[in-house]
């Protein structure tokens, strides 16, 4: 057995569901209708207790955008007796944040952390921090200790609480990357009971209440946060995305099928569930099944057309329906060429063409993909396979060695290996690598995989 091979058998494949890399691209194409959150912990907005917005925040960002944090600094100085604001170099911080410069950030407020251990707007951005990078044991225990810090004293009654309930959201949000959904959820109830309840709060509980096992409760909270949205979200719809989040497949497509039919639900609102349940079908194989859900346009939405067309090509290329396939991906391909998806996929139906300059245009597009995605298995993967039905076997095997070393591999990329070992006479390794294959989860695009 080579060494790629035992590579390949020993790599953990994981089931990415329908936002897999190798198969959306880097980030979905859908524009779509909703913010849901409802599959993952809310983001985290490290601005959502901004800087004021006055002259010398102003001056101050300014200033850093050309690189003088000195001027900054002093700048915002003035601040420091200021009602209802952070610490002026905790300010700074927050600046430079905005601006990418977080090492500097970091570097910054760890100095000032030595100074200063004990405010409530420095453990703040260090939890922030700590949840933006998943750090959730980190911004659970620093989150415990901020509670029990005193306010500054520039801060009104007012600004105290607002603090003070952004800590208990990040604490939340820390349980649940712990999966202590308990304690998240008791979080969350304490946010509830506030005048105003933002939206992340009622998407929290309705994440807890599903993940307790409380589907009813769960949904009752979705329907809440439906009702303060004036209709944005089919609670049926959040349950299938929290179902398929956990592999629970029968579950998702049942309340799938629940989000698609809902009486209540209007076009604008069933466009994002229709397109999320053909792309639970695709993922699993299922394109005539999806069909029906792609078939009209979506007007209301430029982005979700784009989606729709994207997954009516990639149905087109499951049934080897090339021509349409090519027609739609080329069309979608020069309205954005940076797209991964869309190249990936017109480089795998160009190269099933007869014709030499669309097979050769197959290659220039997977090259392109490659070396603007150069960590990307599946980059590599369709260029190997391109540059092997080419004739290429020894930069084929390179590409697809490249592939594999990258990360875990996707059935196309051991579906294209077992094509190269077979034409290389290795019957035995492209006989793991077809079964392999077979095994994965994912969409069919070739028919050996049918078997």
């Not at 060494?3 to 859908?30: D, K, N, P």
């Not at 994002?272 to 099944?289: E, G, H, Q």
């Not at 069909?291 to 989606?307: I, R, V």
Request: hydrophobic share 45%; aromatic share 10%.
């Amino acid at each position: 057995m080579t060494e790629m091979l035992r590579l390949i058998l020993s790599t953990r494949f994981v089931l990415f569901c329908s936002v897999a890399f190798c198969f959306w691209g880097s980030s979905r194409i859908v524009s779509a209708e909703v913010d849901l959150t409802a599959a993952a912990p809310a983001t985290i907005d490290q601005y959502n207790l901004a800087p004021p917005a006055n002259d010398a925040v102003k001056v101050a960002s300014e200033a850093i955008q050309s690189g003088n944090v000195i001027s900054a600094r002093a700048e915002l100085s003035t601040l420091s007796k200021t009602a209802d604001t952070f610490h002026p170099e905790v300010i700074l911080v927050q600046l430079l944040f905005s601006q990418g410069m977080s090492r500097e950030g970091v570097a910054l407020l760890e100095k000032f952390a030595a100074q200063e251990p004990r405010r409530q707007d420095v453990y703040l951005l260090f939890i922030e921090i700590a949840v933006s990078e998943r750090r959730w044991f980190d911004a659970w225990n620093l989150s415990n200790t901020a509670e029990r810090l005193a306010p500054a004293a520039n801060w009104s009654p007012g600004f105290a609480a607002r603090v003070k309930d952004r800590l208990i959201v990040l604490k939340a949000i820390s349980c649940e990357g712990r999966q202590d959904w308990k304690t998240a959820r008791d979080a969350y109830l304490v946010l509830s009971k506030g005048k105003d309840i933002q939206g992340e709060i009622l998407e929290g509980l309705g994440r807890t209440e599903y993940k307790l096992g409380n589907i009813d409760q769960s949904i009752a909270y979705f329907q809440k946060l439906r009702d303060s949205k004036k209709r944005s979200l089919i609670p049926a719809f959040a349950l299938a995305n929290l179902y398929e989040a956990d592999g629970s497949v029968i579950k998702a497509e049942e309340f799938f099928q629940k989000a698609v039919t809902s009486k209540d639900a209007t076009p604008r609102e069933l466009i994002p569930a229709k397109l999320a349940f053909a792309r639970f079908l695709i993922w699993s194989s299922r394109p005539a099944d999806a069909k029906p859900f792609l078939q009209n346009e979506f007007t209301e939405s430029s982005g979700s057309e784009t989606e729709r067309q994207f997954l009516m090509a990639i149905v087109a290329r499951m049934e080897q329906r090339y021509m349409d396939a090519q027609e739609i991906l080329s069309r979608l391909h020069q309205q954005d060429s940076s797209s991964f998806a869309i190249g990936n996929h017109l480089a795998l139906v160009l190269i099933e063409s007869d014709q030499e300059s669309l097979r050769a245009r197959a290659l220039q597009i997977a090259e392109v993909n490659s070396r603007n995605n150069p960590g990307t298995v599946d980059a590599w993967a369709t260029l190997g396979y391109i540059q092997f039905r080419l004739g290429d076997l020894s930069a084929a095997e390179k590409s697809l060695s490249t592939s594999v070393q990258n990360g875990k591999l996707s059935r196309d990329g051991a579906f294209y290996l077992a094509k190269i070992k077979q034409s290389m006479g290795s019957k035995e390794e492209a006989k793991k690598l077809y079964d392999t294959a077979m095994s994965l989860p994912g969409p069919v695009f070739y028919p050996e995989l049918n078997k």
